[in-house]
Nanobody, 122 residues
Framework: QVQLVESGGGSVQSGGSLRLSCAASGYTYNQAWFRRTPGKEREGVAQIDHYSSTTYADSVKGRFTISRDYARRSLTLQMNTLNSEDTAIYYC???????????????????WGQGTQVTVAS
């Protein structure tokens, strides 16, 4: 069992930046960030796979950057040029599957953090 703990959420003005972090208690092959807005399904934001390839949702490309440390115990999401549509609860996710079935597929990830709130004021 791998525990994931997110930190770094908060409130920021539109156009600002935030950096989310996720600490993992064990090794996993793939990691990702998802987010959920009230009334909507959880959506994939960014992932970094076993081969260190990254994938981003179209809505965050060029603004968000996902990264991890060599031991895969620390995951980060640098979020720049934030806007009100980025307001959501952000979840760290990790997968013990070596190969993902497709990018940002929620069911590929078997460990989840508790979520951290990001609020962007317009």
């Amino acid at each position: 069992q791998v525990q994931l703990v997110e930190s770094g959420g908060g409130s920021v003005q539109s156009g600002g930046s935030l950096r989310l972090s996720c600490a993992a208690s064990g090794y996993t092959y793939n990691q990702a960030w998802f987010r959920r807005t009230p009334g909507k399904e959880r959506e994939g934001v960014a992932q970094i796979d076993h081969y260190s390839s990254t994938t981003y949702a179209d809505s965050v490309k060029g603004r968000f950057t996902i990264s991890r440390d060599y031991a895969r115990r620390s995951l980060t999401l640098q979020m720049n040029t934030l806007n009100s549509e980025d307001t959501a609860i952000y979840y760290c996710a990790a997968s013990t599957r070596m190969h993902l079935s497709e990018p940002l597929r929620e069911t590929d990830f078997n460990f989840w953090g508790q979520g951290t709130q990001v609020t962007v004021a317009s």
